[in-house]
């Protein structure tokens, strides 16, 4: 009888187990959809006559709540032609430690003149068209109060610079959020600093500070001020058109 108990336990403690790796029977939780994070480049303006070309680098650095940091990079490349046609990628992040290339997503062609917005999407090889209409200029928000009186933005002047022998002025703001603005316990500030080409009409680097986003540096690297290859603003043979106009 001893020895049939001790055979018995053996079985169970190896049947035991063993089972547990099975898959169940039914699923124990339903789908989810993840967290998504897109940050956005350089923002380029259609303006005309002022061609270039570059690669949007932006690096990302987050602290997480045991004070170790996540840094992630991508580059995607950016152009406008004369004409204030404008070509970006969209590209995944990957860690700055590898040697591994951004996974690119989707290219948009923006095209004032034909007034189309065309994008596409790299994984389906198709690409939808929808109706552009863009200003050529930006107005910045003014200082003071903002949102109701519960953001207070304020603006400093950082002087002049050079960037990619280009004249840059740079302005940082920061923002502070009263407690509460938005579901915030305790009150928020967020600095962006800003180095524009008045000749170009865009920022050649901004850097973005914010707690819970981290820090994001995005800047404009090999740069170019010739006019683009022209093939660059056409969709990518193999894809799939839809107009949606």
């Excluded at 062609?109 to 994008?119: K, S």
Aim: charge should be positive; glycine fraction near 8%.
């Amino acid at each position: 009888m001893k020895l049939c108990a001790l055979l018995l336990a053996a079985s169970v403690l190896l049947v035991g187990p063993l089972s547990a790796k099975n898959p169940p029977s039914e699923s124990s939780r339903g789908p989810d959809g993840g967290t998504r994070f897109r940050v956005q480049g350089i923002q380029v303006l259609p303006a005309t006559e002022r061609p270039f070309s570059g690669r949007d680098n932006i690096e990302w650095t987050r602290t997480l709540e045991d004070g170790s940091t996540v840094k992630t990079h991508l580059y995607a490349m950016v152009a406008r032609d004369s004409q204030g046609r404008i070509y970006r990628e969209h590209r995944a992040f990957v860690p700055v430690n590898t040697s591994e290339e951004s996974r690119q997503l989707d290219i948009v062609l923006l095209d004032p003149v034909a007034h189309t917005r065309t994008t596409c999407t790299v994984a389906t090889r198709r690409c939808a068209i929808t109706g552009y209409q863009a200003s050529t200029s930006f107005a910045a928000p003014p200082d003071g109060l903002l949102a109701k009186g519960t953001r207070y933005l304020s603006r400093e002047n950082l002087g002049t610079s050079v960037i990619n022998d280009l004249n840059v002025v740079g302005t940082r703001e920061t923002l502070y959020t009263s407690a509460g603005a938005i579901g915030n316990s305790q009150s928020i500030v967020a600095t962006r600093e800003f180095w524009y080409s008045p000749d170009l009409q865009i920022n050649l680097s901004v850097t973005r500070k914010e707690p819970g986003i981290g820090m994001q540096v995005l800047q404009i690297v090999d740069f170019s001020r010739s006019e683009p290859d022209p093939s660059v603003f056409k969709v990518p043979a193999g894809f799939v058109i839809r107009d949606l106009r």
